[in-house]
């Protein structure tokens, strides 16, 4: 199940990934992580020390490896240099598991943790004025675009703040979306935004509630999202004393926000995956980009790259990688 964490800036939506994801590794699930959000805190959230986190191999810089291992022998790429970030798999692309030995992984996954991560890498100063944040996380949405997650398999993405997923396809990848919010009105009007726009796609999402101190948290939570509501952390000194760079055992976090991390597991493990929706969806926004700006980069149709007869789908992931 592929599981994507999103709200407002400082709503503690990394900080949640990392519990998540930490929960999820103490039980010895095949689990990948991605941090997909401009400012690049998981790996530190995850526990790592900042100069650790600094040195992590960044996607970003491994595109043209990526495009490579991917296209496998897909007659329908001439080369690497054909593929953008919303290319879609079809007979002859490389799939990927969440849990393998390949080239990819080797060059960009670390453990942090115990937990295995990615990072797309920072918004550098060479790129200020030159260069947009969403050509970063393209890596990001070619991998999920190849990846073939099966039943008891999970990966967790941290993106960017607020609406700024939109920007891309990439919001349409995952099985179930996490919208943190705060008890606050700007926290109250991303979300808004947010449905408004996962709506139209048919997006699974949930919405747990970050820094609650009292019931009248929850009522005006209830009160603006209604049943997207799914469960609220409260205020907790475990993760205030983590986010002072103290990050002690998971059993250590309040017994009613630990109840909280396995609600969101059983929410994910009871998400039916749509394979025909990720499909048809990779389809229309490469088609999208293609007609917008990819075309007339590479040269030529990028529509072309689309197989009509490839779906992915159980058959799809069950088959051997």
């Given at each position: 199940?592929?599981?994507?964490?999103?709200?407002?800036?400082?709503?503690?939506?990394?900080?949640?990934?990392?519990?998540?994801?930490?929960?999820?590794?103490?039980?010895?699930?095949?689990?990948?992580?991605?941090?997909?959000?401009?400012?690049?805190?998981?790996?530190?959230?995850?526990?790592?020390?900042?100069?650790?986190?600094?040195?992590?191999?960044?996607?970003?810089?491994?595109?043209?490896?990526?495009?490579?291992?991917?296209?496998?022998?897909?007659?329908?790429?001439?080369?690497?240099?054909?593929?953008?970030?919303?290319?879609?798999?079809?007979?002859?692309?490389?799939?990927?598991?969440?849990?393998?030995?390949?080239?990819?992984?080797?060059?960009?996954?670390?453990?942090?943790?115990?937990?295995?991560?990615?990072?797309?890498?920072?918004?550098?100063?060479?790129?200020?004025?030159?260069?947009?944040?969403?050509?970063?996380?393209?890596?990001?949405?070619?991998?999920?675009?190849?990846?073939?997650?099966?039943?008891?398999?999970?990966?967790?993405?941290?993106?960017?703040?607020?609406?700024?997923?939109?920007?891309?396809?990439?919001?349409?990848?995952?099985?179930?979306?996490?919208l943190v919010c705060e008890p606050t009105l700007r926290?109250?009007?991303?979300?808004?935004?947010?449905?408004?726009?996962?709506?139209?796609?048919?997006?699974?999402?949930?919405?747990?509630?970050?820094?609650?101190?009292?019931?009248?948290?929850?009522?005006?939570?209830?009160?603006?999202?209604?049943?997207?509501?799914?469960?609220?952390?409260?205020?907790?000194?475990?993760?205030?004393?983590?986010?002072?760079?103290?990050?002690?055992?998971?059993?250590?976090?309040?017994?009613?926000?630990?109840?909280?991390?396995?609600?969101?597991?059983?929410?994910?493990?009871?998400?039916?995956?749509?394979?025909?929706?990720?499909t048809r969806h990779a389809h229309e926004f490469h088609?999208?980009?293609?007609?917008?700006?990819?075309?007339?980069?590479?040269?030529?149709?990028?529509?072309?790259?689309?197989?009509?007869?490839?779906?992915?789908?159980?058959?799809?992931?069950?088959?051997?990688?």
């Amino acid at each position: 199940m592929k599981t994507a964490f999103v709200g407002k800036g400082g709503s503690g939506k990394t900080t949640l990934a990392a519990l998540f994801a930490r929960h999820l590794a103490g039980g010895g699930v095949p689990l990948l992580v991605v941090d997909a959000d401009i400012n690049q805190h998981l790996a530190v959230a995850l526990g790592a020390p900042a100069q650790v986190a600094a040195q992590l191999p960044p996607l970003g810089e491994h595109l043209p490896l990526i495009k490579e291992y991917l296209r496998g022998d897909n007659p329908r790429i001439g080369s690497a240099t054909e593929m953008v970030k919303t290319t879609p798999p079809g007979a002859g692309s490389r799939l990927l598991r969440v849990v393998e030995d390949n080239p990819i992984y080797a060059a960009c996954v670390r453990s942090v943790g115990g937990v295995r991560v990615a990072v797309t890498g920072a918004f550098t100063a060479e790129d200020l004025g030159v260069a947009c944040y969403h050509s970063k996380v393209g890596a990001v949405e070619l991998i999920l675009n190849h990846l073939a997650d099966r039943p008891g398999e999970y990966v967790v993405v941290d993106m960017t703040a607020g609406a700024d997923s939109f920007a891309s396809g990439l919001f349409t990848r995952f099985d179930r979306t996490f919208l943190v919010c705060e008890p606050t009105l700007r926290s109250v009007g991303v979300y808004r935004q947010y449905a408004g726009y996962a709506r139209d796609y048919g997006v699974a999402l949930s919405v747990v509630g970050n820094k609650v101190e009292d019931a009248a948290d929850v009522d005006f939570l209830r009160e603006h999202v209604g049943a997207d509501l799914l469960a609220w952390v409260s205020r907790s000194g475990y993760v205030r004393r983590a986010e002072r760079g103290t990050s002690g055992p998971l059993d250590e976090l309040e017994p009613a926000n630990r109840a909280v991390l396995a609600r969101l597991t059983e929410a994910v493990d009871d998400t039916v995956p749509d394979w025909t929706a990720f499909t048809r969806h990779a389809h229309e926004f490469h088609r999208r980009n293609a007609a917008a700006w990819a075309n007339d980069r590479a040269g030529l149709d990028l529509t072309t790259q689309i197989d009509p007869d490839f779906r992915m789908g159980p058959a799809t992931v069950s088959a051997p990688a």
